[in-house]
């Protein structure tokens, strides 16, 4: 298997937090709050500072209860949901996020349009699991690290959902990090895999997220802080992607079999 990017190679990892940085997040907030994006909606940025757009689909893929719903909903601000329902058909979320290349010093608004489906829909209507695969960028596999069984479910998940598209990007991650003192998953299980798999695998938690001084209103700044190496993880394997699919990239050796 190709060898990925490292981390921090193609996307300037804490550049959000920088002056400039904080310019570019302006558009995607209004009063510290997220502003939420429908399908035909984007970010207004003005004359100076406008940018090119680049846009992906990312089919979001796990076991039931894994927390897919609240995953997306803590990478767009919303209200992560206290009682756990399972998605019925196809939801889809848009989600910008504006990102600086290493390479070029160049900033870039990347669209991430992230589609969940519940996995008893998956099952009952054969159209589902086409429909999210179709023309899909990105696979996103969740699984608990409070169960143990949605972690021994990846390989199934990644041969049954990814198995037809090897050239397209794949991330692993892992939610509820945040009650890892009651992991079924330990440490050395996940380094087997990431040896096993050479996917990137990302951690997140399932807290609540912070609020503004009203009490009740989520805190947009901190939430895009709290979810930014998510965000940037998947602008970094998508855009080296592109690069190398469109030539101007060298395609990283294969490691030779051990």
């Known amino acids: 298997m190709a060898r990925l990017p490292a981390p921090g190679s193609v996307i300037v990892p804490d550049w959000h937090e920088s002056a400039e940085g904080k310019e570019y997040l302006a558009c995607i907030l209004r009063k510290n709050r997220r502003r939420v994006f429908g399908l035909l909606e984007r970010p207004v940025l003005s004359p100076p500072v406008a940018i090119d757009t680049a846009c992906y689909k990312i089919f979001v893929s796990g076991k039931s209860g894994v927390g897919k719903t609240a995953l997306v909903a803590k990478l767009a601000g919303l209200e992560v949901p ?11 979320t848009v989600v910008f996020w504006p990102a600086k290349l290493q390479a070029s010093d160049r900033v870039v608004m990347f669209r991430f349009e992230f589609w969940d ?53 794949r991330m692993v991650i892992g939610s509820k990090f945040d009650q890892y003192m009651h992991t079924d998953v330990p440490e050395r299980d996940l380094t087997a ?27 947009g700044r901190a939430g895009l802080a709290d979810v930014a190496h998510v965000l940037n993880g998947l602008a970094e394997q998508l855009w080296h992607q592109d690069q190398v699919a469109a030539g101007l990239l060298p395609n990283p050796p294969e490691d030779p079999p051990s």
């Not at 069984?149 to 998940?157: K, N, R």
């Not at 895999?193 to 805190?219: C, H, I, M, N, Y």
């Open 117 to 169: 489906c519940g996995e008893s829909a998956l099952k009952k209507f054969d159209h589902m699991l086409p429909a999210c695969q179709e023309k899909t960028d990105a696979f996103l596999f969740l699984f608990s690290f409070t169960d143990r069984a949605s972690f021994e479910d990846l390989p199934g998940q990644l041969a049954r959902v990814a198995g037809e598209a090897p050239g397209v990007v």
């Open 82 to 92: 206290v009682v756990h329902h399972e998605t019925t058909g196809i939801q889809t």
């Open 193 to 219: 895999f990431r040896q096993a798999w050479e996917l990137p695998l990302l951690r997140v938690k399932s807290v609540p997220g912070r609020r503004l001084a009203d009490g009740r209103t989520l805190d």
